[in-house]
Structures are given as C-alpha cells and as structure tokens.
C-alpha cells in the first residue's frame, strides 16, 4: 500500500536521503507531493536561476515577472500552502515531517518556496493571523496572503536594543483615541519598496511601565502604505540587497493605526510570540540541508572536472578532496536526522514540547551548514567566491540563519540554563551510588579509611548563591 | 499496549533520551529488558568501580572476584547473552534498535557490559563462530563462550604491516600434513595473560601468491594455549594496561592446529570477515554515547559544586560553561541520532546495506565523544586528568575507538570513493538544468550570447584519468 | 637616537602592537614615516569610508573624485611608492619589515593603500616592470604608475583550467609577423570599465608543445583598449562588485600587441613569475591584519554598548565574550609575529629563501583571519552582516584572499612535498638512535632478545615507489 | 665573530629551526651552548629512554640509576643549572631568549631537564629560594637543591577549593609558640615516596580573616619527613604515575614546622607568588614545543615507512597527510615564534611586562601542542596509542600542561578583562572618527540627515553596571 515499501522508489532522489523510520512514516499522498514538489523544483526552480536573476537586476524592487508566471502554475499545480497545519481548512495535512521533507527540496533553490507561498515570513505570518486574530482581521489580511494577493512581514528586531532579548523591544505604542500611535526604528523586516508588501505585523512596547515584563508589550498589524512609516534604505545582508523582497531600516514617526488592528489585545504580545517561531525554524533548517545538497553536488561536479586538472589530476583524485567529500556526506546527513526528528518530535508532542529539538537544530544546522558551503567554495578555488555558482549565495543565507531570530549564543544559553537544572537531580542519583560504593566496601572489607581521604566527586548540596 | 504510551515512562531515564520514533518502536518486552539493564548498571556496576579498580590492582590479569560474581548473577537473571541476533535460539530477540538501547547503558561503566557477556570482541566473535562454523567446531568453542566459561580474542594487526587495509595481512599460514603451521607476529587482542582467555580466531595469509587478493587469507581457531604462541608483553593504550583483559604482542613460532581448525576452509577470510564488524561498531559507539552521558553528568555535578567557586562563582555561573553544557548536550543527542538510525536502518535492511549507517556513526561518534570528553575533563580543572573522576578512562576509550578497525581516515576514504561514483549521474542531471536553462532564454528572450561567454559548471564528461 | 628608545612611543598605537625585537630595528626615519602613515589612516581614510561609499555609488566605475583628492595629497606629503625596494631611486628605503609595519595600518581601511600607490596589483606590477623590462617599456608604462596617472591589472587565471597550477595556463599566443596575437579568456585582473585602467600584464602559453613546461610560456603588455579585448562582465566576490576597480571576464579575440610588448623575451613567463609574487603576499597579510584590529575594535565597542543588553548584561560581561575577546587577541598577536617574522626574514635572507615563511603567513593569516572576523560580526547578532559596520566586507576580504594566487591547499601541498624530503636524513638520525640504544642495553646488561620482539619505530629504507 | 654569521651553522639543527632575528640574538658562548644541550640530549637522553623506562618500571619510586649516572655526567661537562639567571655567581648568564633554545632541545625528551638539573618544579622552586629566603634558609635548602643533592615540590593545589584562584587556598597555618601548625589536604607536588623529596615549599592561610585577601596567606618550607605529612596515594595523570617523581595526594595532620621556616613572613605568600611562574611557564611551552618536534618527526618517518602501505601507496603519498604535515609544521613552527618572542619580551622589559606574553604561551601552546601530537598518534592508526612511539606519553603531558598552573579559561579571562579596559579609549578614538566624518560629510556636501538615521557604532559612553 504505502509507497515506501516500493523499493525503486527508496532508491530515487529524493527519497533515498531518508533514513527507513522516515520513509515508513510518510503517507502515499505525502510520498506523492514530495514527487510532486522535487520535480517542480528540478524543472522550473533549479534551472530557471539565471532567468530569474536577470529579471530582477532589470527591475530592482518589482517582484518578477517568472516569479508571478511560476505562482500562478504551481497554483494550478497544488503546489500552494502546502506548509498549512491541520486546521486550516486548506491544509493538504502534512504532518510537519512530511513537509520538512519538501522544505529541504524547496531550499535547493532560494526562491522555490516562494513560488509555492511556502516562504518565510509569510508562512509564519500567515500561521499566526490564523491562530490570534479576529473574523475581521482575517477575512483583511489572512485571506489574501493566502490567496498570495500580497506579501506581509514581521517587524521585532531595532538598531538600538538588543532584541534577541525581546522584553528590550522599545519602539512605542501608545493609545490615542480610536488609534495607536507608534513611534520608534526598526530593523528587518521586507522591503516596503517592493509594492506588493502590504502589511508589517510589529511587536512594540505599549506598557513600559508594568512590572509584569511580559505584559508590557503588543502586536499591531501595520499597512504598509501608513502615512509616517518610511524605509530608510535596504538593509545588506553581507552585501547582497536580497531584492526584490530584501529588508529594510525602517522609521516609524506617528503612525497612527486604527484600533482594531491590534492583534489578540494590548500586552499580549508574547502570548503571541511565543508559538510563532517553532515551525518556522524546522523550515530554515531544511531548506539549509537541502542548500547543502545543493552545494554539496556542485563539490561532487568539480571532483572530476576535466577541465580543472592540477598537476595532472583530477581534484576529486586528491584523497584530501575524498576525505572532505566523506565529510560533508556524514555531515549533511547528521544534520537532516537532527531535523527530521526535531519535525517528528514536534509531530508527537506538539510545538511547546519540542523547543528543545527546535533550538538543537537552528544551533547546530546554520553552523555546520556554513561551514559545509564554506569547503565547497574553496574547492572551486578562484571561481568559489564569484558568481559562477549559487555557493556565495547559499553560505550567505546559512550564514545569515545564524544569527537570525537572535545570535546562537542566546539559543545555547537558553539549553544550557534548562540544563543546569537538572543538577540537582543528578546530585542525588550520584549520592545514591556513593552510598551503594560504601556498603560494598563493608562487604569486600575493603579498608574504609579510603573513603575519608579521597576526593569525592559527589559534591554536596549547592546553596542558592 | 506499547509501553512508550506510558508518559510517566518517557520522562524517565534512560527512555527521556529516545526520541519519539524510537520510543514507538520498542516493544514492551524490549522496554522491560532495557529498565532490568539500566537498574542493573546503577545499582551493580557504577557504584562498584572502585571495588573492582581495586581487586584488579591486587590480581593485575586475573579475572576480578566481583566480575565472577555479577556475571553469576546477572546470568541469574537473564541479563545474559542480550546482544545475539534472532538466528539463535537463546537470542531475547531484541532489534538492533532496541538493544542499541541497552548498550548506551553498558557503556556507562568500562565493564557492565562484561557482566552480561556482551562486551567486544566476544559478541563479534560469538556471532562469528555461530554463522560459519561446523556443528563440531560450535560444541568445542562457541557453547562455552555463550556460557561464559572462558573468553576469546580476534587477532587480526599486524606490527609490520597496514592492516588497516586486510589484504596487507601476512601473518604466514601453511599447511603441513594435517595441520596448519603459523608463523608471525600479531598486535592486540585480549592477553593470554589472563587464564580464562583461550582462544584466537586468526586471520592469516596462507596463500600469498593467489591472483585473486580476496582469497589469499584464511582464518583459523587457535587454543591460546598453543606450542609456540607467546605473549612478549602488554600492548597499553595511553599508558593503559587495561588488565586483566588488555591487548598483547604475540609472536606465532610454528604454531600448530589441526586442519579441522579451519572456519569455513582456506582462502576464505574475507567471506567471513565481511559480516562481522558490523553490529559491533553500533554496540562500540552506542557505549560510547553512554560514556558520555556519565562524562556529562560529571561535568554537570562540577558545574555546582559549592567547593569549586573560582572569583566567586560556581563554574556554571560562567555563561562559557553554559554554552559548553549546551553544546554537549546537543552534540550527544545528535550523535544518538545516528547511530539509533544506524541501528534501526541495519533492521529494516540488513548489515550490508547499512554499510554507510555504520561508518557514518564509526567516524562521527568517537571524535566528537572524545572532544565532549575532553572538554568535561577541562571543567574539572587540575583534578580533571587524575583518578578523582573515570573521565581520563573514559576519555581515552573514546581515543580507542578512532583506530579500533583502522584508524577514521580509512573509512573516510571508503566513504569518499563511494561518493566520487555518483558523479556521473549528478553530471548528468545539471545538463539537464543546462537544457532546461538554454530553452528559458530564448522563452524570455534574454541574450543568448551570454551563455557563450558565461563559465558553465555542468563539466564536460570526465574521461578515465 | 633611536625613537624605537623613547618609551613613550611604545605605548602608543601603533608601536604598541610591535614585539620589542621590531621595535629595535626600526629605523627613526621608519619610525616616522610609520607615524605619518598612522595619522594619514586615522583622520584622512577611516573617517572617510562612508563618503568613498557614496561617491562609488554614485558613479559606480569610476573612482572617485575623494580617492584623486587624497592621493593628491598623500602624495604631496611624501607618503607615496613608498612600498618601493631599495633599487628604485624613489624608494624611501624601508625594509620589508618596516613597510609590513605601513602595511598593517593601511589594512585597517579597504582602499587606504591605495591613496599611497601602494595597493595591489601596482606594487607587484611596478616591481615586475623595474625587473624585468626594457628602459622604453619602463619609460611608456612604468613611470606613469609610478606617477599614479593610470592602473595595471595581473591577468593570469582562466576559467577553463585549474590555473593555480600555473602550467595549466592556455591563453594562446601566437606570433603573426611583427605582432602577437593573443586568444583566450581570463578571469579576475581589474575592470576595464575603469577609464583608468591602461594596462594588463598578460600570461599566456606561446608553446605549448615545448618538452620543457617551464618554457611554454610567455608575459605581455597589453593595452586596455586593444581591439578584441573585451570585458564580459563584473566578476563578483561574494556578492560584492568591488567597484571602482573590481574584477573581470575578460575575452581575448584575437588581441594584437606589438612584439616589443614581449617581456623579458618568448617562454621566459616563468622566470618573472617567481619574483613576482612574494613581498604582495606579505603585504596582503599584514594588511589582513590591520583589518583583524579594525574587526577587533568593533568588537570591543560592542562589549559595552549600554544599548546592547541582552538580560540587563553589557555583552561583555559575558564571560563567553571575554573568552572570545582573548582567543582573538591572541591570534591576532601571533599571526602578527607570523607576518613580520616573513618580512624580516626576507630582509635577512631574501626572497627567494623566504619562500617558506611566505607560505605560512599566507596559509595561516586568511584562514584564522577570516574565522576572528566571523566572532566579531557574531558579537553583533542581527546587525554583524549588515552594512552597519564594515565588518562583512572585511570578511569578504578575508575570504578572498584565501583562494587569491591559489587556493591554501595548494600552498599546504608545497609545504607538505618539501618536508616530506626530510624523510631520509630524519630516519637517520633515528637509526643513529637505535644504535646508540642497542649499545646502551649491553651496557646496562638489558635482556637484548627485547630488541627483536619490539617494533621499531625506525623504518627501513624507503624504496622508491 | 658571532656564530650564527656562519651560515653553515644556520643550516643545522636546532639552528634551522630559529629564525634569523633570534639567530642574530645569540651570543657565541648561548651558540657553543646550544650545540652541547643538543648534543647531549641526542646522543645521551634520546637513545636511552628505553633504559630509564626499564629501570623505572624496576624500582617504581626510586631515581634511576641511570639518571644519577647522566647527572653526575652533565655537571661535569658544566651542562648544570644552566637556567639560573644572571644575579645567580652560578649563571651562565643565558637571556630567556637563548635558554628557550635550549629549553626546546631539553624537551625532546620528558626527563632529559633533569639530567641538568633544569626541570620543574626545581628551577622555580630555586628562583623562589634565591629571591625570598634568608641567608641561612639558603644555607640549608637552596645550596643542596642547586647542587643537585636533593628536590623539592611547590604545594598549592587543593582537593576541595577552585584553587586556580590563589585566594582561595585554605590549608591552615596556625602559629603555635616558636612553631607554625599545619592542616589540610594538597594535591599535585612531587611524591614523598620518592626518597630524594625532602622539602616542599606550601602555601597555606595564616590569617583567613584578614580583610585583605592578598595578605592572608603564608608560604613555609615544610621538610619532607615531616610528622603528620603523610602522601596517601599517587595522583595520576591521564593514567601515568610519572614515577619516580610523580604527583601525590596530601594530608597535613597537624604538623609542625619551625617559625624559621617562613619564606619572607607571615601573610606575604602573594608577593613570592607573583614572581614564581613566568620564566616557568616559558619553559614548559618551549619544551613542549621540542615534543612537538620530536612528535612531527616521528610522524614524518610512518610517512614513508615501507612496512605501512595501505593501498599500495606509503601514506605520505596521500595527499591529505601532505597536507597534515604541512599544517603541524606551520603551527610548531608559528608556536616557536610565539614562545620565543614572549622569551625576548621579557629580556627586554622584565617578567611583569611579559605578564601578557607569557599568558600567550601558556594559552596557545598546549592545545595547540595537543592537537597536533593527536594528529601525529592517528597517522601511526593501531599503533599510535600504544607504547611503540612515545607520542601518547608526549601528549599525555601536552594535555597536563593545560590544567597545570590554571585551566586555559582562567587565563583568558585574565587576558578578556585587560582587554575591556581598553574599551573607553577606543571608543574615543571612534568618536574621534565620526566627528571628522561628519565634517567631512558637509565638505563633500552629504545630506546630512544619513546621519540621523543611520545606526551610528560608536556607542554612548557605558555607565558603570
């Protein structure tokens, strides 16, 4: 019955990259999309690179016109909001495996997913507008980004605070009359130059006075089109404008949005925050492995280049490019296990649950990730760094993913902190062999007095400093 | 039915360390063997290191009272043989999932795993004799090794040859009458110094001008108390006698067995050795994880120490020991990932098949294992590298691991060389993105010339170098 | 007399930098010229970067009216050539070790080299046309570069063969009556969209099928506005266009330039080859490690921005980021030592000696250089890759110079082959070893039959393979 | 005149080795120096490690006889002592810069420092003596300690306290009439069970209630038979007891030490510390660096070691070891100048200026050491851990020196805070810049309201936390 069991199909692109507990868990329609998406891809996204570049370096901010042709058909195709959870009535119901799946397939090319409205940020805009706003603001903002109308961003990050830490967000919200009243600059966020980009979904700080930190702060929904809201210029990401969709510095000088555009209520804004971000980082992750895939084969073409012999052989016979290749393979792989459990993970107990393989793999997968494309480029020597492949562009993005959603570090201390409490926990099961450790010496007579010079390295309880 | 349901269950140790597709997959009567395990380890092994330490110390290559005992015992209650496959009749039939699970567990203490007569070489050795040896040969060797009656070795290195690669065994084998006379010298495997170790299985070279290399070697049971076999001395590992079972340098003088000693028949080691190494790497690098959960555990326990406050502060105040808590965490729970996939990918399609799986854990587990250790070592400061703590040991193990059935170079290689045959394949689908491409251009009309001018990374096909 | 004796001045920027054996033999006329350099980055370059920025992308390959203004006056001021060895009448007579001091300082801002005609590709150039040309060669191309009144570009890489090894270059030449005729393509060497760029110094092979493959190749002055010679496109690094200079594709069709454009005469490319590269190659590191300072003190700044305070802690009271501040200081400090060694041991020994040292600066500055500015720009989270400092940039820098003049495997391969030629005296002085110690166990009546069991870590004579 | 003129020497080991800055450094008397420390520790320390391990292994805790047979030997060609500084009438008279050398040479072998009387802990504990102690304390410990008739260990460890932090060493001294009572626990110091010990040099607190906590503590010498100083066990290290000297674990029960044996007086223990450990530290790192050498060297025999063909190639014929060599030698080599510089630092401005040249050694050093030792271990594949090189006994202490004197992390965090002082004048300096920018900005006629919006990276002055 289920398409796993095919054998042939176990051996084809894109299956045989998953490990048998993967394949036994996708359902014959998910096994179908995922075809269905790899050959789109394959044949619409991959080669139609150049085409897309070209278009859009003729027309900066303006979405292009392949990109609406591609929408329009992958439409047509079903190819559309196939991220959706079970609760949307348009969800194919893919479980979040199933769609991580398609996800790494999508990252292969930069801007797949957007052919598909697959794309961040949309899909976690369009996740939160579904599960905190009202009928109103829905049937305004949620049913057109669906519909693919028009594009939306999510506005948090700011120049001036350290934001990774979002109680700092500061740019103000107040409240006059009908309207809110925001005032402050922010960071990020797509590009208001691109016409299509409608919508900013902003977190400010509404209350900055309640001593209830996580009361202090509110999301509005912010048209683009706002009198006082101006883009100060694209904000480069290690030089690259990421056009036409790119982020932006943006001033916020009185904008005055109506009442009813605040989402969920004042100060609840980390009510809302919070499961916004799980998915969405299961699908960076993906795509990344399948930008590694991506680079990785690009590596694999100039092992047996013949056009590039040094010394009279081919790269790929250096037995350091052979163990680099090993390396790369096992990293990758590693790396997508890491993630499929995180979706799988998140698929059996839920979001919440899975904050833990969440943060494991936007730690270890960017890193790596980077470092992966990093060897690819150097094996194309000179050519690496230039535009004579997509590498530059995939390590900036891997890059890129390092530090978006705050640096690393923050995610790591995070781990780190829930795993300190454990300690004391561990403490007690340690005392518990020590005990066990003296009686056994009683019964091996062994001299006790060892006991009262070694070190132990069972400490004692630890005092709240 | 299944007790993973059971959500009490999986927030306890060990079973909070699978993820949800493995806990899915451990049948009741497997969850049951894997809690007898883990009590059995805390209760019986860890507490008793010193003690065993201890009577070693007295008894340098005899076999431990305590070790005599907890295997009576353990035997007693059917913690004994776990590992064997389903082929034998006192196999507990446990997956190679399930009973990766236990051996994460084992591999908490150096020795636990002897306690249940599943410690390396004997399991290899053990399945080995099962699957290609006589009925005759069965009764005489393997019986009393399942019964634990005495111990065996698998004597492969050599001091003056590669063996890292087999076919550079030399190791001389011939036939005399009825008997086969050996002469050589063998690096590793168990000490003859310990009674109760009494047979080698051999690999040799007896047919060295064979045009087929696959053929010339044979491999041979040889009682350790053979005429001619002599133990020059201890062969330590960083310093580490690792009595009383220990490694050896052997020399072979005229070494004689009767012909009947010949597994499977001359010319036909690489047959045998083919199967053998694999389920053993997984039951090595499971271990491993599980010496590190205790190197972690330990770090953890320093981390809040009330003794060790430099400037003030417990250690694990220092955000730079949050973040390495959290790296190790999150580089062991990857690394389980792998080889619990190794494992489970070898039960859904065979040793063979799960080649990959298996280097890929035998190159990625002992490295990183031996980095987390070091890095616990490093927290423990001064007293780190002394006996205060099993982290030397533990840590020098995990070093073992990296040159235990060749150095990680080798397999890397393996790896790479397998990888490199893809080329032609991946070639062939970037000339189709090539097509695909040129067809576009002239769709949207862009420049042809360019792709003239343009460099093309699809490479020409590759002649044989 | 010496300044390097005033104590004062070794406190200060730059001299503080500088070991004590720098130090002493900087001359006071270095002494001041160092000074003079200082003042000039300072206050005339630094403060200046984002005027340069916007003057470039005003007029995007045309340099730009500052970059004229202040090479005007940094020529008035006697801070110009100042790279030049002492054989040029104008040099100022530094030694490498002395201009590696200049050098340094220049890195700290992109183009700050060039303001003193002392950036690549010039110096290179002007060195290989005071070497190698005739006086009427010297006197059309040599003195106006000199003179600053137009650039030059090094046009050897190709995108069809792995030029890093350069006797795979294939750009054709052939000689047509009293011309050459040269056809081919070439990457990198600047942009001939600069109006100012005159001149390439073009490799090309004239015979290929000379037996001796050091001989096939020849270098030529090519005018930029040679009929056939066209520009295809910017060659990006990274993304960056690197404008007003920038890189290029370059297509040669059927390009005729005189015969007295010859340099040095037909098939002697290699001869000029040699020369060329070495003092560039410590001046791209030393000003690698300019930009390491600059990155570093971005860094710092970071440490205690009050706007940055992720949980109400500057970053640098994070005991992570103060780990992270000293790991880099120290590497800084020693690829410094690393550098300057180089220098001055081309002072001592000369260029063709420092071969070696050459190549570890250029192994090992870019690759750690890279991997410091990497921490810095992660120091500043969410805006490290944006334009917000220069920091991406001065990675790209980095970067690039990995894989400028081949890739470092390349290098390690050279290095590595050398070292490997030590083998044989190396063996010899082991076995010097081992007879001394086989003496020493008659002497203190050691049991000899020890020697024949043990291996010997001396091996025999390596045949030749 | 001076030797290192002679270029033939230049080109001889250890000569080789240095580079020319540190040659032309070297007087004729260091120059004939060198050659007779290398000449000994190649003909009579390397060639007899063999021996000494054998007489070791004999007579576990006693001195070789072949150590006092070499002592004896050295002292007599005026190999003695050679370390002492020039205020001893005993010094040659070496700078730092040429004992570094022949520190190097020492290092090739783990024991051949003692054969001339220049191992640690006796070459700080003598400084310590000759700066501190009295006439008559000299008399009696330090004249024996030069004279080689005895040694001595320094005792600060501690078993319970983060004693990397100096203030928090605990053991008790208390004044009882004429006499000083001790109690409490050390770890670390030479073991008493070696009969030679006699004097240990602690450092305990006198006064732990003094409200300046750099006056608390005492430094007495306690004789080795001291009643109530008992060792209770050998501290090992990695597994390696280092007998004879080794380490131990101490209990001080009560016992008394003559008020005459206070060095310099009660709470002065930080003045003497302060001075101890730099000189010490350079010489552990350039020993450490003569192990790397001998490591590398070992490394480079496996690569064409005929015996070790896996593939039929030697494995120097595989590139990525080309490229392993290539790295390890970069490194020592990049490790040396480091080292030596840090030598020359404190020639020339003394031991406290060096403070942060020394830190530099001790961080980069033994990792560094470390790593490539592992790197050299691994190429030797099954062997390389075992007892047929010395490299695990070399890593062994590589790995040691690490914790010795402070884990690295205090270090840099020593380093990470004298960096962040330097935090406010550099942000000067970038105010500096920005107010010259801003000038600029009108001059060139800029719009000037960038500068109101753009992110500006100089920060505002940080307020004290």
Same mark, same amino acid.
């Given at each position: 019955?289920?398409?796993?069991?095919?054998?042939?199909?176990?051996?084809?692109?894109?299956?045989?990259?998953?490990?048998?507990?993967?394949?036994?868990?996708?359902?014959?329609?998910?096994?179908?999309?995922?075809?269905?998406?790899?050959?789109?891809?394959?044949?619409?996204?991959?080669?139609?690179?150049?085409?897309?570049?070209?278009?859009?370096?003729?027309?900066?901010?303006?979405?292009?016109?392949?990109?609406?042709?591609?929408?329009?058909?992958?439409?047509?195709?079903?190819?559309?909001?196939?991220?959706?959870?079970?609760?949307?009535?348009?969800?194919?119901?893919?479980?979040?495996?199933?769609?991580?799946?398609?996800?790494?397939?999508?990252?292969?090319?930069?801007?797949?997913?957007?052919?598909?409205?697959?794309?961040?940020?949309?899909?976690?805009?369009?996740?939160?507008?579904?599960?905190?706003?009202?009928?109103?603001?829905?049937?305004?903002?949620?049913?057109?980004?669906?519909?693919?109308?028009?594009?939306?961003?999510?506005?948090?990050?700011?120049?001036?605070?350290?934001?990774?830490?979002?109680?700092?967000?500061?740019?103000?919200?107040?409240?006059?009359?009908?309207?809110?009243?925001?005032?402050?600059?922010?960071?990020?966020?797509?590009?208001?130059?691109?016409?299509?980009?409608?919508?900013?979904?902003?977190?400010?700080?509404?209350?900055?006075?309640?001593?209830?930190?996580?009361?202090?702060?509110?999301?509005?929904?912010?048209?683009?089109?706002?009198?006082?809201?101006?883009?100060?210029?694209?904000?480069?990401?290690?030089?690259?404008?990421?056009?036409?969709?790119?982020?932006?510095?943006?001033?916020?000088?009185?904008?005055?949005?109506?009442?009813?555009?605040?989402?969920?209520?004042?100060?609840?804004?980390?009510?809302?925050?919070?499961?916004?971000?799980?998915?969405?980082?299961?699908?960076?992750?993906?795509?990344?492995?399948?930008?590694?895939?991506?680079?990785?084969?690009?590596?694999?073409?100039?092992?047996?280049?013949?056009?590039?012999?040094?010394?009279?052989?081919?790269?790929?016979?250096?037995?350091?490019?052979?163990?680099?290749?090993? %390396?790369?393979?096992? !990293? *990758?792989?590693?790396?997508?296990?890491? /993630?499929?459990? #995180?979706?799988?993970?998140?698929? $059996?107990?839920?979001?919440?649950?899975?904050?833990?393989?969440?943060?494991?793999?936007?730690?270890?997968?960017?890193?790596?990730?980077?470092?992966?494309?990093?060897?690819?480029?150097?094996?194309?020597?000179?050519?690496?760094?230039?535009?004579? %492949?997509?590498?530059? !562009? *995939?390590?900036?993005?891997?890059?890129? /993913?390092?530090? #978006?959603?705050?640096?690393?570090? $923050?995610?790591?201390?995070?781990?780190?902190?829930?795993?300190?409490?454990?300690?004391?926990?561990?403490?007690?099961?340690?005392?518990?062999?020590?005990?066990?450790?003296?009686?056994?010496?009683?019964?091996?007579?062994?001299?006790?007095?060892?006991?009262?010079?070694?070190?132990?390295?069972?400490?004692?309880?630890?005092?709240?400093?």
């Amino acid at each position: 019955m289920a398409s796993y069991n095919n054998a042939q199909l176990a051996d084809q692109i894109p299956f045989n990259r998953y490990p048998p507990w993967v394949l036994s868990k996708l359902r014959p329609q998910a096994v179908d999309l995922i075809q269905r998406v790899y050959r789109w891809v394959e044949t619409e996204c991959i080669p139609a690179e150049q085409i897309m570049k070209a278009q859009v370096a003729e027309n900066r901010w303006k979405t292009a016109p392949l990109m609406h042709e591609l929408r329009k058909k992958a439409k047509a195709q079903g190819l559309w909001n196939i991220f959706l959870p079970n609760h949307f009535k348009e969800s194919p119901g893919l479980t979040n495996l199933e769609y991580a799946c398609c996800a790494e397939i999508m990252g292969q090319t930069y801007w797949a997913a957007q052919t598909m409205n697959c794309h961040a940020p949309e899909t976690g805009n369009m996740e939160l507008l579904a599960k905190y706003c009202t009928d109103a603001q829905k049937e305004k903002w949620l049913r057109p980004l669906m519909n693919g109308d028009f594009s939306s961003a999510y506005s948090m990050t700011e120049p001036d605070k350290a934001t990774s830490d979002a109680t700092n967000v500061s740019c103000r919200i107040t409240r006059d009359g009908d309207d809110y009243v925001i005032n402050g600059r922010k960071l990020y966020g797509n590009a208001l130059w691109n016409e299509e980009m409608k919508l900013y979904i902003l977190m400010g700080c509404s209350d900055p006075g309640n001593p209830d930190v996580w009361k202090r702060h509110t999301m509005l929904l912010v048209p683009s089109n706002s009198k006082g809201l101006t883009m100060r210029r694209n904000l480069t990401i290690m030089g690259y404008d990421h056009a036409p969709e790119g982020h932006g510095e943006y001033t916020y000088n009185n904008v005055r949005v109506p009442k009813e555009n605040v989402i969920l209520g004042e100060g609840r804004a980390f009510e809302i925050a919070q499961g916004r971000l799980g998915p969405g980082r299961i699908h960076h992750c993906m795509r990344l492995i399948g930008q590694c895939e991506r680079a990785y084969e690009l590596a694999l073409l100039r092992c047996k280049d013949p056009r590039k012999q040094p010394r009279g052989k081919y790269i790929g016979q250096f037995d350091s490019n052979i163990e680099r290749l090993a %390396t790369m393979r096992l !990293e *990758i792989d590693a790396l997508r296990l890491v /993630v499929l459990n #995180a979706a799988d993970t998140m698929d $059996a107990k839920g979001n919440k649950a899975g904050r833990y393989v969440i943060a494991q793999s936007k730690i270890l997968v960017p890193e790596t990730a980077a470092k992966i494309v990093d060897t690819c480029m150097q094996m194309y020597a000179g050519q690496g760094l230039t535009q004579h %492949t997509p590498l530059p !562009e *995939i390590w900036t993005y891997a890059r890129f /993913v390092r530090v #978006a959603d705050g640096p690393d570090a $923050a995610h790591r201390h995070q781990v780190g902190r829930d795993q300190l409490k454990l300690h004391e926990a561990t403490r007690k099961r340690h005392e518990a062999y020590a005990d066990k450790a003296r009686e056994l010496r009683k019964i091996w007579d062994l001299e006790t007095s060892d006991g009262e010079l070694d070190w132990e390295y069972v400490p004692p309880v630890a005092p709240k400093l």
